[in-house]
């Protein structure tokens, strides 16, 4: 099993930046791509970003592209979101999800992920 165990969530104001951490443990050599979803209330889980541990890979949700980015450090087993121009609607429920796919096309659909983190609450206030 991999454990993912997410950080750096909570209150910022419209404009501002917030980095998340997702750390890996367990059997990470059977992980070979990492995301970021988000889910606000009321509404369905959402893609923001992926990456593969090797780096070569970066998928971006279009929602995103241009304020967030995705980065790894491998010797930690970490995963990085940092989050800059935050609006209201970025608030949400952050999770991290590791999954064994290779294939890049599918990582925006969370039903490849089989491992998730409990999450991290991201408040951009107006």
């Known amino acids: 099993q991999v454990q993912l165990v997410e950080s750096g969530g909570g209150l910022v104001q419209a404009g501002g930046s917030l980095r998340l951490s997702c750390a890996a443990s367990?059997?990470?050599?059977?992980?070979?791509?990492m995301a970021w979803f988000r889910q606000a209330p009321g509404k369905e889980r959402e893609f923001g970003a992926a990456?593969?541990?090797?780096?070569?890979?970066?998928v971006y949700a279009d929602s995103v592209n241009g304020r967030f980015t995705i980065s790894r450090d491998n010797a930690k087993n970490t995963v990085y979101l940092q989050m800059n121009s935050l609006k209201p609607e970025d608030t949400a429920v952050y999770y991290c999800?590791?999954?064994?796919?290779?294939?890049?096309?599918?990582?925006?659909?969370?039903?490849?992920?089989?491992?998730w983190g409990q999450g991290t609450q991201v408040t951009v206030s107006s």
């Open positions: 367990g059997r990470t050599s059977s992980s070979y791509a």
């Open positions: 999800a590791s999954t064994p796919a290779r294939l890049t096309a599918t990582y925006r659909d969370y039903g490849v992920y089989n491992y």
């Open positions: 990456i593969t541990w090797s780096g070569g890979n970066i």
